[in-house]
């Protein structure tokens, strides 16, 4: 099995809004046991983020830098910003003091009252650009029904895309449930990437025809893009298993050199890992 990346793992040592995924799945959701997954599953790297905390607001990012240390390099930080002035300035300056660890950010559409295209975080894109850092974006669909999906819809990027073409842009979750929008995306632009994060959780009792139907249109928008280049493995940990996310991967209708990329290659030249 190719060594594998995982660009999306939330992680704390509080109880945080990520607990009832974990519990849902089986997880004890602690340092330990991501890591103890990561050896299992031949994972060399992941990238870790922010989760939601109860109170709707964030781990700190200054958090998300101490875990990673704590992990002995195994993960690196992706800082979460807000849309607020503060918080970007914030951000850039965290970043800047720990750039040789800080790789990329990530904006939380849907879970905030703003757009991809907020002048606010001109800044971070201009910091970005200039850096080659990634930003990620949730994309699709929310874990609340309060979420703002006319700001998370894949298609609401394609503005940013246009403007900032030195920009490197995640969509993470593909866009579910919107592949199609993502796949274009990503086919329109050469700085539209796609993650994989968080998709296997769901189905209920068609849980297999859910799984399914997933791989049905990761494949697709892989046709469609004309290759796997651009598409990224995450597993959104505690969200869904490393065993499920990973079991998507391969299920793909897609060559096994197509699979490596996905798994691997292509987050090391992305995140410059």
């Given at each position: 099995?190719?060594?594998?990346?995982?660009?999306?793992?939330?992680?704390?040592?509080?109880?945080?809004?990520?607990?009832?995924y974990?519990?849902?799945?089986?997880?004890?959701?602690d340092?330990?046991?991501?890591?103890?997954?990561?050896?299992?599953?031949g994972?060399?790297?992941?990238?870790?983020?922010?989760?939601?905390?109860?109170?709707?607001?964030?781990?700190?990012?200054?958090?998300?830098?101490?875990?990673?240390?704590?992990?002995?390099?195994?993960?690196?930080?992706?800082?979460?910003?807000?849309?607020?002035?503060?918080?970007?300035?914030?951000?850039?300056?965290?970043?800047?003091?720990?750039?040789?660890e800080?790789?990329?950010?990530?904006?939380?559409?849907?879970?905030?009252?703003?757009?991809?295209?907020?002048?606010?975080?001109?800044?971070?894109?201009?910091?970005?650009?200039?850096?080659?850092?990634?930003?990620?974006?949730?994309?699709?669909?929310?874990?609340?029904?309060?979420?703002?999906?006319?700001?998370?819809?894949?298609?609401?990027?394609d503005?940013?895309?246009?403007?900032?073409?030195?920009?490197?842009?995640?969509?993470?979750?593909?866009?579910?449930?919107?592949?199609?929008?993502?796949?274009?995306?990503?086919?329109?632009?050469?700085?539209?990437?796609?993650?994989?994060?968080?998709?296997?959780?769901?189905?209920?009792?068609?849980?297999?025809?859910?799984?399914?139907?997933?791989?049905g249109?990761?494949?697709?928008?892989?046709?469609?893009?004309?290759?796997?280049?651009?598409?990224?493995?995450?597993?959104?940990?505690?969200?869904?298993?490393?065993?499920?996310?990973?079991?998507?991967?391969?299920?793909?209708?897609?060559?096994?050199?197509?699979?490596?990329?996905?798994?691997?290659?292509?987050?090391?030249?992305?995140?410059?890992?």
């Amino acid at each position: 099995m190719p060594r594998v990346v995982d660009v999306h793992i939330h992680l704390s040592e509080r109880e945080d809004g990520l607990v009832r995924y974990a519990r849902m799945n089986g997880l004890g959701y602690d340092m330990g046991e991501l890591l103890s997954a990561m050896r299992t599953h031949g994972i060399e790297r992941g990238l870790l983020l922010s989760p939601p905390m109860l109170d709707g607001g964030l781990l700190p990012n200054e958090e998300v830098l101490r875990l990673c240390r704590k992990s002995g390099g195994l993960l690196s930080p992706v800082l979460t910003v807000d849309p607020t002035a503060k918080e970007v300035k914030h951000g850039l300056k965290l970043a800047e003091e720990n750039r040789r660890e800080v790789k990329g950010f990530k904006i939380r559409l849907g879970y905030v009252d703003s757009s991809a295209d907020n002048g606010v975080f001109s800044a971070l894109y201009d910091y970005a650009e200039e850096k080659g850092l990634p930003v990620m974006f949730h994309t699709g669909d929310t874990a609340t029904s309060t979420g703002r999906l006319t700001y998370s819809h894949p298609l609401a990027l394609d503005a940013v895309a246009n403007e900032r073409e030195e920009l490197v842009i995640v969509l993470c979750h593909f866009g579910n449930p919107w592949f199609e929008d993502a796949a274009e995306l990503i086919y329109k632009h050469p700085n539209v990437y796609a993650d994989t994060s968080g998709l296997s959780a769901g189905g209920g009792a068609y849980a297999k025809e859910y799984m399914d139907w997933l791989a049905g249109k990761i494949s697709a928008a892989i046709y469609f893009a004309g290759g796997a280049e651009k598409i990224l493995f995450g597993t959104d940990y505690p969200v869904t298993t490393h065993s499920n996310a990973l079991a998507l991967v391969k299920s793909l209708a897609v060559t096994a050199k197509d699979k490596e990329k996905i798994l691997g290659g292509n987050a090391k030249r992305v995140f410059r890992l």
